[in-house]
């Protein structure tokens, strides 16, 4: 050999190694690359879900003094945080700023007024509204509101406080007989106030004015008219009205009295009931935010929430969950716009709870003695309280109080329901709505529509797989298994919309015909391998080996016609004509038209492709040597393929079905457009569902940034990468051990 030869086989040689490092190196920087990716999408996600955890805090920012006279009758803080304002119940009112810039001190005097008349009694607004109703000695009633004004004079936000008083400057007449009123209660909508008071002679009486809107001034003009109510307490300490003007609460020491108010011509007393927790008193109720709970303070520090329940056809208060205080419940002030509350004891502790999670945020003591006034911005950032020695203000951190551990994975009795439930239903048209922010039913359907994909595509994949790996011929083989594969191809928002504008309406159509099919179409092929078996060999050599699939097509398009066909003999025979109505009025059994057996369908056809594929090519290697052993030895093919091919082949078909399983845990579009997204925990084949992924991509455009919302989405996104990874982590030990068992064969 010349050193020419010799000098370029070196040169090939360094060239194969240089190849070789840069391969090696390239292969281990991608897979890094992969692991860092996974990594950041992982602590990404536990970075936007973190929030929704923690706990609630309050730190003390400012205390002031103001000039008052009298109670408090009522403490608030304006939208913007910047204004806070002091009803008492001499009709004094003052503002003053709780945030202070380089022109205004925190505390600072912003303006006052003061309401003329014999004041005997103040109404303080319930939750969410902004009015205030004082009442006079001559049995009439002056309702008003804060209002203020805001202006950018030169890019500068302005904020001006004064009053208004949207039913007129005239008091209402509460009391035609003019006595004084001595405790009162109002509530209001946009075209109708109600007011319930007790007069100084023991009587109940009550006043709706009702407006309507000139026509012509296009002015509101009020009408008025006066109630009486019966069977009053002879001792009321307390009056409740809700602002749906429905119901009226009387509480009497322990016992609440609750009146239907739907009726004015007919008020009536509905039922009275012990509210009082045991071995305790009562010292306070407030009306939860949206009006449908009631808050009952005791005096051990027992906080009780109650709601109607329908109980035998009738709808009833009944209490449903208990939060311990600390202390004597001296003050209970519902938040604004959620289900959460606080309470404070006397001696100064303040405490923060939240309805739905069932919770104690938070429990701190305020030096300086107890409350006397206690109020939360309308932002819930904003804590504002008046003590003996003045008043403080304290900044609040407690963003998503709706999110606990209870409210994501356990059963929660939510407003209105008759027992506890898993329900997720994330939004609402109203202010005051309950969250419900439960992961399970959105879990379930996840596992639910995966459990059925798999039903369809596991066996027809596998078995596919085998046939065409094991006994398919050559010829046939590089026609099937390309146009199996090139199904994966198809882009699933396509399968998702034949699966719920097509197949949906045909198998509701033809109920009876779809389940004969998945009773005749097995029958019909082992039916024909029987008939071919028999037949005789000069019948069969016509067919060349591995050819014999081929054979099934008519039989199952045959099966496929016949089906159809019989379905409308079959309703009209045995279903009264129409299955749907049969199966719900005659079996009990719900159907709706986008239900789990379509999305079975239609993602198990989207899933087998990828079963199929890995499956065919893990029999397909499977050693030839093994199987023409085993035949050599005189086992029959079936006998070789049980006991040898898919044995050997057994960690590829496991790993075929675990990524199968895996892209339908993570399928988004199917299910988004043919299960109906209902959110309901269902085994039936023929209710809805609704998935993690798909409940991803329909909220997550609307969910507002930073919101519980927002976060619970992301935790949710959380929850489906760990479900993921869990099905890879296991699919890959089960792989290694088959491997390790099998691999000697």
Same mark, same amino acid.
């Given at each position: ?9 070196? $040169? ?602 890995? $499956? ?130």
């Amino acid at each position: 050999m010349s050193s020419e030869s010799i000098n370029l086989g070196m $040169a090939g040689s360094r060239k194969r190694r240089i190849k070789d490092k840069l391969a090696k190196y390239g292969v281990t920087a991608g897979g890094a690359l992969v692991l860092v990716a996974l990594l950041l999408i992982f602590f990404y996600l536990l970075y936007v879900v973190k929030p929704i955890f923690n706990g609630a805090t309050m730190e003390p920012t400012a205390s002031f003094t103001l000039p008052v006279e009298g109670k408090t009758a009522w403490l608030g803080v304006e939208e913007q945080n910047e204004i806070g304002y002091r009803f008492s119940d001499k009709g004094l009112v003052n503002f003053f700023a709780v945030q202070g810039d380089g022109k205004v001190k925190v505390g600072q005097a912003l303006g006052q007024a003061q309401v003329a008349g014999d004041i005997t009694t103040v109404a303080s607004p319930a939750p969410g509204q902004k009015l205030i109703a004082y009442g006079f000695a001559d049995g009439t009633a002056l309702v008003m509101q804060p209002y203020f004004k805001v202006s950018y004079p030169n890019d500068v936000r302005v904020i001006e406080p004064s009053l208004q008083y949207p039913f007129g400057e005239t008091p209402v007449v509460i009391d035609p007989q003019g006595k004084a009123l001595q405790l009162m209660v109002f509530a209001a909508t946009k075209e109708k106030m109600a007011t319930a008071a007790v007069t100084e002679d023991g009587r109940g009486v009550m006043t709706v004015m009702t407006g309507e809107e000139n026509f012509l001034s296009g002015e509101v003009e009020w009408s008025v008219q006066n109630y009486s109510i019966p069977s009053l307490p002879r001792h009321v300490d307390q009056l409740l009205l809700t602002p749906n003007l429905r119901i009226l609460f009387v509480r009497d020491g322990n016992r609440l009295s609750v009146y239907d108010i739907h009726n004015l011509n007919d008020i009536s007393l509905r039922n009275v009931m012990e509210i009082n927790a045991p071995n305790a008193n009562v010292t306070r109720v407030e009306l939860l935010s949206g009006a449908s709970s009631l808050l009952v303070g005791n005096d051990n520090g027992v906080i009780s929430q109650w709601f109607e329940v329908a109980k035998d056809g009738k709808r009833q208060f009944t209490q449903i969950r208990d939060f311990k205080g600390d202390g004597p419940v001296d003050l209970l002030t519902p938040e604004h716009f959620r289900k959460g509350f606080i309470s404070a004891g006397s001696d100064g502790t303040v405490s923060f709870f939240h309805a739905t999670g069932e919770t104690k945020l938070l429990s701190e003591k305020v030096e300086g003695g107890p409350l006397s006034a206690l109020a939360i911005s309308p932002r819930h950032n904003v804590l504002l309280m008046q003590q003996e020695g003045g008043f403080k203000l304290f900044t609040v951190e407690n963003e998503h109080p709706e999110v606990t551990w209870s409210a994501l994975w356990q059963e929660v009795w939510y407003e209105g329901y008759p027992e506890p439930q898993y329900v997720w239903q994330s939004t609402s048209a109203s202010n005051d709505f309950e969250a419900k922010l439960s992961l399970v039913p959105l879990v379930f359907g996840t596992l639910k529509a995966a459990f059925y994909a798999m039903m369809f595509a596991v066996p027809l994949g596998v078995a596919g797989a085998i046939y065409t790996a094991y006994f398919m011929s050559a010829g046939l083989r590089k026609y099937v298994k390309p146009t199996v594969e090139i199904m994966a191809a198809l882009p699933t928002v396509i399968l998702g919309f034949l699966a719920g504008l097509w197949l949906a309406p045909i198998i509701e159509g033809t109920l009876p015909g779809v389940v004969l099919l998945f009773i005749l179409l097995p029958m019909g092929m082992l039916l024909t391998a029987l008939v071919w078996n028999y037949l005789p060999e000069r019948c069969k050599s016509w067919l060349p080996e591995g050819w014999h699939a081929i054979l099934l097509i008519p039989v199952l398009l045959l099966i496929g016609w016949g089906a159809f066909a019989v379905s409308p003999l079959i309703e009209n025979a045995f279903m009264h004509g129409d299955s749907r109505i049969w199966l719900t009025h005659e079996m009990g059994i719900k159907f709706d038209q986008r239900n789990s057996l379509v999305v079975g369908i239609a993602m198990g056809f989207a899933v087998i492709p990828t079963i199929f594929s890995i $499956a065919e090519d893990a029999v397909f290697s499977v050693p030839k040597h093994l199987t023409q052993g085993s035949l050599a030895l005189g086992a029959t093919p079936w006998q070789t393929l049980s006991r040898v091919v898919i044995l050997t082949a057994s960690p590829g078909i496991f790993s075929a079905v675990m990524m199968g399983l895996g892209r339908a845990v993570g399928e988004t579009m199917i299910v988004l457009m043919a299960t109906g997204n209902t959110p309901i925990m269902d085994f039936s084949m023929f209710q809805g569902l609704r998935t993690l992924a798909a409940n991803i991509a329909v909220e997550m455009p609307e969910s507002e940034v930073g919101s519980s919302h927002y976060r619970v989405l992301f935790l949710a996104a959380f929850v489906l990468f760990v479900f993921t990874f869990m099905f890879n982590t296991l699919a890959e030990f089960v792989r290694q051990r088959l491997r390790e068992k099998y691999s000697s064969m």
